[in-house]
């Protein structure tokens, strides 16, 4: 991640994050209020140093269902202490089951609903996460704070999309390109291929409109994306849409490539056509899988962004409300490097 530019310039040194799990809190939030009746079973869960696919074996495991029938809106990180949703279907069950109340996991509440829960449902995350050891000056770092506040950050996909060794890519080429291509790959593994391509394909647009200068100022061609909604709309820039995207209401659209009608023009397009045209082999991988073009914000905004600095401990704080598919790991890369 600190190899991609950022808007406001270098990382301003280094730090240690994650160096323990209660360093780094999500509280996931949901979109909307449970039905209160149906037979799936949502259940707010607290877990520690535990993924996501982890927690979902752990609870089919105690329950005697099929993991098949265990829905989530997103998936949170191992070394971390997580509140996420997710969704039990539990046909002819009228009583909520009893759950053990230590262990790496523990369920916070529940609530009758009438669907299963889907990638994507929640309306976002809150973070609390601690910065360690960190050598950077702390003037530049809340000054470089407050700007992320006021004008948000770029909005990369962060280091969990590439794997832990950051070589999902690379794997992906191989599996999908390689003489073995032809080898069935599980629904899963694909699917974590195929989103490894588009991000970094993502990823090098965005970059791209760093480095020219069409990050806080938009294109003519753009597509224009509404805050916190998956609409879009296709008009002129004019003033008007210019003072909306420099107040944060709209954001300019970026592919995530794929097939279909690109809605982007002029220099928006042009600036998008020389970098696939630079990545060749991603392009041709993501467009021979039959993919459909959709699209993302270039921007992410900073919701409730906090920070308190401990000059003796030299310690950060942080607390801030992203939106769904916005990653905390993209705002620290545009402060300070991982050590």
């Not at 040194?13 to 809190?25: H, L, N, V």
């Not at 999500?26 to 993924?51: N, Y």
Request: proline share 5%.
């Amino acid at each position: 991640m600190s190899l991609l530019p950022g808007p406001f310039g270098p990382v301003l040194g280094t730090a240690t994050i994650k160096s323990s799990a209660e360093d780094f809190r999500v509280r996931e939030r949901l979109g909307f209020a449970p039905a209160g009746q149906g037979e799936h079973l949502l259940l707010r869960v607290e877990k520690t140093a535990m993924t996501t696919p982890e927690l979902i074996d752990a609870l089919a495991g105690h329950l005697g269902i099929d993991s098949r029938h265990i829905g989530h809106a997103g998936l949170k990180d191992r070394q971390a202490i997580t509140e996420q949703w997710l969704s039990l279907q539990l046909p002819g069950v009228r009583s909520i089951p009893e759950f053990p109340d230590d262990g790496p996991w523990r369920v916070l509440e529940a609530h009758w609903h009438d669907r299963k829960l889907r990638v994507g449902a929640h309306r976002g995350n809150a973070f609390e996460v601690v910065l360690r050891e960190v050598n950077a000056d702390p003037a530049a770092l809340l000054e470089r704070i407050e700007r992320i506040r006021q004008e948000g950050f770029a909005n990369y996909f962060g280091e969990q999309r590439f794997g832990a060794g950051g070589d999902n890519v690379a794997q992906a080429l191989r599996a999908l390109n390689g003489p073995r291509r032809r080898k069935r790959l599980s629904r899963q593994r694909r699917g974590l291929y195929l989103s490894a391509l588009r991000s970094e394909l993502f990823n090098r647009i965005l970059a791209r409109r760093i480095e020219t200068g069409a990050w806080r100022c938009p294109l003519s061609g753009d597509v224009w994306l509404l805050d916190g909604s998956g609409s879009w709309f296709v008009e002129p820039l004019d003033e008007t849409l210019a003072e909306r995207h420099r107040q944060g209401d709209i954001h300019s659209g970026l592919r995530l490539h794929g097939l279909g009608e690109v809605p982007m023009s002029d220099a928006a397009l042009a600036l998008e056509q020389s970098v696939l045209a630079e990545h060749r082999e991603l392009v041709e991988t993501l467009e021979r899988q039959q993919l459909k073009l959709s699209l993302r914000p270039h921007r992410a905004l900073a919701r409730d962004l906090r920070a308190e600095w401990d000059p003796q401990a030299r310690t950060l704080r942080l607390s801030v409300t992203l939106g769904k598919g916005s990653y905390l790991t993209a705002l620290l890369a545009q402060l300070v490097e991982s050590v």
